[in-house]
């Protein structure tokens, strides 16, 4: 680290300095705030997509309680065909969103399946496209966590270190300065006094 400059020039520079920082901490302090707050929207999302899916899945067993006796082999009956992630900007975060998704229903015949089938590859559907939007969830909200960490850094960086220490040199230099402005006054009272008894002395 260099070694302070204890002189006017640097001191112009400590006060250029902290001018500068204090123009830029209050767009990073907004940031934070607004970041915190996408943050917040995020981890409520995905509480209530959990809670969504735990309600459908709970409907489904109350509408078709015969799903807990009877055995049935739901394994391949809906698949994801495919799907579309897209990305938005969030305050410079890039995040995930689930743009669409595509099903495929296996195919069951109509007289060898019960009549509420149609009901159940529905509700399966919805369960599903669910459970990739949690997946999704999870990805934005680790994305925006990351982002809050390295905002948050940067507040603390401007707001606690470089502020304090560009204070700190402006008060070091100042009182340095100060001390070298009252030493030049006593050295230039000495100096005087000096010629004075110089002149006196010779004058006798």
């Known amino acids: 680290m260099a070694k302070l400059a204890l002189n006017k020039s640097a001191l112009s520079k400590e006060k250029q300095k ?17 970041l915190l707050l996408e943050r917040k929207k995020a981890q409520e999302a995905l509480v209530q997509h959990v809670d969504d899916i735990a309600a459908l899945e709970d409907s489904v067993y109350q509408q078709l309680p015969m ?18 992630l897209a990305e938005e900007n969030l305050l410079g975060t890039k995040v995930p969103f689930l743009e669409n998704i595509i099903f495929k229903r296996a195919d069951y015949g109509y007289l060898a399946r019960p009549h509420w089938f149609d009901d159940l590859v529905v509700a399966l559907e919805k369960v599903m ?9 999870h990805i934005r909200l680790a994305r925006l966590k990351s982002a809050v960490r390295t905002i948050t850094q ?3 960086l401007f707001s606690k270190v470089l502020i304090p220490q560009a204070e700190s040199n402006i008060k070091k230099i100042g009182l340095f300065l ?13 100096a005087k006094q000096k010629q004075h008894a110089d002149s006196e002395g010779g004058g006798r």
Do not use: F
């Open 67 to 84: 799903l807990a006796v009877e055995n049935i082999t739901m394994d391949g009956l809906v698949t994801v065909e495919r799907y579309n």
């Open 18 to 34: 902290k001018v500068s920082y204090g123009r830029y901490l209050p767009s990073l302090e907004m940031k934070q705030k607004q």
């Open 178 to 190: 100060a001390d070298q402005e009252r030493a030049g006054v006593v050295r230039s009272k000495l």
């Open 154 to 156: 940067r507040v603390n």
């Open 129 to 137: 496209k669910l459970k990739m939007e949690e997946q999704v969830l």
